[in-house]
């Protein structure tokens, strides 16, 4: 420090700085403070004050975190403008409130006094704000005339999250280095305290986890960068649309979440949620794009459905998949009774769903592919049963469960070692079929061992690749284009086929299918049911929809099948069309794996 100094002794300097720091403390009536002067895109520390000196503050920080062009007054951190200045305490202090007062030297801003306090601050508005202001000018002059070149600072960026802006003090339970706002693990002690608070006062308090709907896309689409920005305003638009005793903090990844404390009974909470929902659909301009977004939202409060944070938390994320697991966007669920007994129902199905895996009870039906050019059976797809107390449960009941639980990873790949082994033994019996498909979960999908696993399970049953074909949905390939590329692309390596699932329902474009090495689209039968419809409109929509599959299909060297035929209207249109095989119970349903072999046998 002492290089920068014109003249006199760099500890007096030091001592004078310390006091005027001690005076802003008592001002301000913080217990911690810090002065940092702006060095171009870094700020280096220069003085600093607290009532304990365990924690230490670093040397050097990037500027951006305090650049401020008036005195900033934070009560609780996730209220008034995201407070990226949170990140330059030490994670372990936990700060709940701050002060930031910019120093000003001319036209800029040369320095900055950041107060923090690690318990949130109701008193923040009866600050001297004029006499901070004071004492930041005298600090000005101090600065001014003790240290060489103090240059202004107009605006320095924010960053992109780099690994070199991730290295500053941002641990977890901190603050999310994008928007600045308290992480989901501080959230939890404000949480406790707002409970406590609402107890006493007989008021309620609700929990609202956001989704921003396929935002991965805007990643994938157009960058981090506008990404990283369209994050900070959506921080700044919940910021801007709740309360100023609310509390707005970053979850992981697309979510956020806002607590809404002091609300009277009823249905306050999902009125809010309506009005955030609405907040977000207005469109944010980031960097020359407009973007539109949606939302789901999971809504739970305390006390009517929680006593404490953690079950707030988990019931308004089941209400958030809830929500996400509808058709339509911008979806609000609120926890409620009937959800509560649905997710009892959903434990007893994961622990008898458990029970099942290592109890014998999962068994395969198989359904035939028929080829429309010959009208024979040249393949069939693993459909995956249980049978439970004599009777089969329908998958409908049991999937979603398994998906949910993550029990869907163990499931599969046990389904992929049944079919295979199924499948090895046709093959030596000399059953005239080229594969058995089988589904993939996205969770299976997403997983970095997945094609070990593949390789495994071939190796395991004895089978060629080329007879095994994994069956994945448009919308797993779309949640991470880049790394689906790559999957799949080392399975196609290994020899296995890939088709495309539900094609239709999802939105990928056709840049990204261009891209995919997959073999064969699948019409979803949603389409597949209005080919004969007696409406016009449905008909007419649902054929126009199945011919541009077929001519996508062929454009792109893709087999086109339909699944979900039961009609012969249905069927000869998909022929018309150029379909290429179908399956559905107009041929067969999902049958056992002797019944199949019989069936194809003719």
Request: aromatic letters at 4%; glycine letters at 8%; proline letters at 5%.
């Amino acid at each position: 420090m002492s290089s920068n100094v014109q003249g006199g002794t760099s500890s007096r300097i030091e001592a004078r700085l310390a006091a005027q720091l001690r005076v802003a403390c008592a001002l301000a009536r913080f217990p911690r403070a810090a002065l940092y002067r702006f060095e171009g895109a870094q700020a280096t520390l220069l003085a600093a004050h607290a009532e304990d000196s365990e924690h230490a503050m670093p040397d050097r920080v990037p500027a951006w975190r305090a650049l401020r062009d008036d005195v900033t007054l934070v009560r609780m951190v996730g209220r008034g403008p995201a407070a990226p200045e949170t990140a330059i305490f030490p994670a372990a202090l936990r700060i709940n409130a701050l002060v930031s007062a910019p120093v000003s030297g001319g036209a800029g801003q040369i320095a900055a006094v950041l107060m923090a306090d690690t318990v949130p601050r109701d008193d923040v508005d009866t600050i001297d704000v004029e006499a901070l202001r004071f004492l930041c000018d005298e600090i000005a002059t101090t600065i001014k005339g003790s240290y060489r070149q103090p240059t202004p600072v107009f605006g320095v960026a924010v960053p992109e999250l780099t690994a070199e802006a991730a290295a500053w003090p941002i641990s977890e339970g901190s603050h999310d280095p994008v928007t600045g706002l308290p992480d989901r693990r501080m959230l939890l002690g404000p949480i406790a305290r707002t409970l406590a608070e609402a107890e006493l006062d007989g008021s309620s308090v609700a929990l609202v986890i956001v989704a921003l709907d396929r935002f991965t896309r805007i990643n994938d689409w157009l960058g981090r960068e506008v990404g990283d920005e369209l994050l900070r305003q959506v921080a700044e638009r919940l910021l801007e649309t709740t309360g100023d005793q609310d509390l707005i903090g970053r979850g992981s990844g697309d979510e956020f979440l806002a607590v809404l404390p002091g609300l009277p009974r009823g249905e306050a909470a999902v009125a809010t949620a309506h009005r955030l929902v609405q907040a977000l659909r207005t469109p944010f301009h980031v960097q020359g794009y407009e973007l539109t977004l949606s939302a789901s939202l999971g809504v739970a409060r305390a006390p009517d459905d929680a006593p404490d944070t953690d079950t707030l938390l988990r019931y308004a994320e089941i209400a958030l998949h809830r929500a996400k697991s509808a058709r339509t966007r911008g979806r609000i669920e609120a926890f409620s009774d009937e959800l509560r007994a649905a997710v009892e129902r959903r434990g007893d199905t994961e622990r008898q769903l458990r029970r099942a895996l290592g109890a014998g009870e999962l068994l395969l039906h198989y359904q035939p592919k028929v080829d429309l050019a010959s009208r024979r059976t040249r393949a069939v797809e693993a459909l995956l049963r249980w049978r439970h107390r004599g009777e089969l449960v329908s998958p409908g009941h049991f999937l979603p469960v398994a998906e949910e639980s993550g029990l869907i990873v163990p499931i599969g790949t046990w389904v992929l070692l049944e079919a295979a082994r199924q499948m090895r033994g046709w093959v030596q019996e000399g059953l005239p079929i080229e594969s058995v498909s089988v589904n993939v979960s996205a969770l299976q999908f997403a997983r970095p061992d997945f094609v070990e696993s593949v390789e495994r399970v071939l190796a395991s049953a004895g089978l060629h690749p080329g007879h095994l074909e994994l069956e994945v949905t448009e919308t797993s390939l779309m949640d991470d284009v880049e790394a689906a590329v790559q999957t799949l692309s080392r399975l196609r390596a290994l020899g296995v086929r890939i088709s495309v699932d539900d094609f239709g329902t999802g939105y990928s474009s056709l840049a990204y299918l261009q891209r995919l090495p997959v073999d064969v689209l699948k019409i979803d039968r949603a389409f597949v049911m209005d080919l004969d419809r007696e409406e016009d409109l449905q008909r007419n929509q649902a054929r126009a929809l199945a011919e541009a599959i077929c001519g996508l299909g062929r454009s792109l060297g893709l087999r086109v099948l339909a699944e979900g035929v039961e009609t012969e209207a249905q069927l000869a249109v998909l022929e018309e069309l150029g379909c290429d095989a179908v399956q559905g119970y107009l041929f067969a349903r999902p049958l056992p794996a002797q019944d199949a072999a019989a069936f194809i046998r003719g």
